[in-house]
Nanobody, 126 residues
Framework: QVQLVESGGGLVQAGGSARLSCSASGTLFKYNAAGWFRQATGTQRELVAVISNGGRVVEYAESVKGRFTISRDNDKMLVSLQMNSLKPEDTAVYYC???????????????????WGQGTQVTVSS
C-alpha cells in the first residue's frame, strides 16, 4: 500500500509560482512511478506530469511544458511539482498519484492508477 498526502496549494496570482508536495508512506513507493493529475471544475481530469520510480524519466502535458517541473526524493518519500509562470487556466484540484506501472499514469487517463492523494486546490487569479 501507498498513502499520499498533498500540500502546498492555495491562491496564486497569474505569473507567480507555487510548489506542491506529496508526502508518501508505504514500502512500495520507491518502486512505483508517481505523477500529478489535475481536474478543473466541469472538466475531465488530465495528466500534468509523471516521473519514473528512479526519477530518470519524466513527461509533461504540453500545456505545462517549460513551466512545471516534477521531481522526487525516494529517501524522503516526497514527490514535488514546481509550478512557474502560472496561468488562470492552471486553476484546478491537483492530485498526487502513484502506481507500479508507469504507463498506468502516463498513458491511461488515470483509470487504472492504484494510489491517489486527496487533492489540493490551486487557484490562479488573473
Amino acid at each position: 500500500q501507498v498513502q499520499l498526502v498533498e500540500s502546498g496549494g492555495g491562491l496564486v496570482q497569474a505569473g507567480g509560482s507555487a510548489r506542491l508536495s506529496c508526502s508518501a508512506s508505504g514500502t512500495l513507493f520507491k518502486y512505483n512511478a508517481a505523477g500529478w493529475f489535475r481536474q478543473a471544475t466541469g472538466t475531465q481530469r488530465e495528466l500534468v506530469a509523471v516521473i519514473s520510480n528512479g526519477g530518470r524519466v519524466v513527461e509533461y502535458a504540453e500545456s505545462v511544458k517549460g513551466r512545471f517541473t516534477i521531481s522526487r526524493d525516494n529517501d524522503k518519500m516526497l514527490v514535488s511539482l514546481q509550478m512557474n509562470s502560472l496561468k488562470p487556466e492552471d486553476t484546478a484540484v491537483y492530485y498526487c498519484v502513484s502506481d507500479r506501472m508507469y504507463d498506468a499514469i502516463a498513458r491511461e487517463n488515470g483509470d487504472n492508477i492504484h494510489f491517489w492523494g486527496q487533492g489540493t486546490q490551486v487557484t490562479v487569479s488573473s
